[in-house]
């Protein structure tokens, strides 16, 4: 969904929901601990929900994409209790989640996806399996979000469903209690979501399955892996030796007990701020490895001018002197391309994003919202086929509309670090990720100590 028409901005013209970001008064000094990961939260339910037994996730991520996610699989048939953390009660800890299969997956239920991209396209790869229809549907912009070459591969592996009749939600799935499975071919070129669905359910499918890519690049990758990870965390054999290529072998899921790492792409806009505003923001918890593709912030930060340390404490931001614009291909990571579009808004020297044309189809079509949201503050921002060219300009306050995107929310908050009376619209988007974003957000600038979570 485009922005129809470039931006009025009108500082003072606030409505309902607008957020007026605050300005920085001096160099950071915080410590912002952030909930867990949306994606790894989603496919550890996934995989919990399609196990042979009771599992547990400790400090599973609780926003609008996950809670949506536990709520449609309770709608399949699957338990999920809240239960205390076990060991010392540490402030700030959340309650894990205990997650019971059913013996088999029911149907004759509705499932909201809201505008969560994991559970559109993952869900209808478990539905088929279900006993009974499953009927998915979401956001009115959610509606035009990229699921056809997901709901054509299910069809090839035996999976009877219906949808829009173009691609899209909403879609019904028939499920029979079982899918045959097999070997399909697809192109995932718009979202690494597709081949995601279906080797998180392909275990549980009688022939497994073989996913062959065919078209131009899978965007964000590393998406790819962490479903390949945590697949083999629950015991599924995963072959993706070879490019383009991913099998899994037909075998049960074993129960899981994990930790869920703190979201590296939520961490994005708070690490970012430690550029804009100066000063210094830790973020405890960031893990030594991963699979997440915000794990990228701390290159793209280093090469914007930041000083980045990551050690067993966490990670550590320290802002430089001077913001470094920066060429760089975001294709493995798009979902940092708001976080950075913004800090090169503010950079000294020109900036170029390349290789997410594919964002056009997330929230919103970020490349447009970007061009013109960054424009309507006196950025000077060029859409090209694929990315952005940013130049520095000087900015002005006015009215940041933000489409629904949890991210285009983030960037405004970012730009509002330096540029007054930045009013960003409908903050209460960021709920889709990260419920409490302003607090911290606040919190974080008035250098209160964060309360740090176990992991
Ligand atoms: O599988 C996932 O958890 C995600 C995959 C990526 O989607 P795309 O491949 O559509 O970019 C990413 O941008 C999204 O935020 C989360
Ligand atoms: C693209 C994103 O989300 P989704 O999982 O809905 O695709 C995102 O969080 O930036």
Known sequence: MSPATPPASHPGDDQPGDWTAPVASGPLDATVSLPGSKSLTNRYLVLAALASDRSRLRAPLRSRDTLLMAKALRGLGVRIDDVPPEGEPMPGAVDDWVVTPPEVLGGDTRIDCGLAGTVMRFLPAVAALADGPVVLDGDPQARVRPMGPVIDALRTLGADLDDDGAGHLPVTVRGRGRVRGGSVTMDASASSQFISALLLAGPRYDQGVTVHHDGKPVPSEPHILMTVETLRDAGAIVDDSEPNTWRVEPSEINALDV?????????????????????????????????????????????????????????????????????????????????????????????????????????????????????????????TEDGLRITPAPLHGGRFRTYHDHRMATAGAVLGLRVPGVLVEDVATTAKTLPDFVGLWQGMLAGSPAVVLPR
């Open 259 to 383: 930790s869920v790492e703190p979201d590296l792409s939520n961490a994005g806009p708070f690490v970012a701020a430690a550029l804009v505003a100066g000063g210094t923001v830790r973020v405890p918890g960031w893990p030594q490895h991963t699979t997440q593709a915000g794990d990228l912030l701390r290159e793209i930060l280093d090469s914007m001018g930041a000083d980045v340390r990551l050690d067993r404490s966490g990670l550590t931001v320290v802002g430089g002197d001077e913001i470094v614009g920066i060429d760089i291909d975001l294709h493995d990571a798009a979902e940092l391309t708001p976080t950075v579009a913004a800090v090169a808004a503010l950079a000294s020297t020109p900036s170029w994003i390349r290789g997410v044309a594919h964002i056009r189809g997330h929230e919103t079509d970020r490349l447009a919202a970007l061009t013109a949201e960054l424009g309507g503050l006196g950025g000077s921002v060029v859409e």
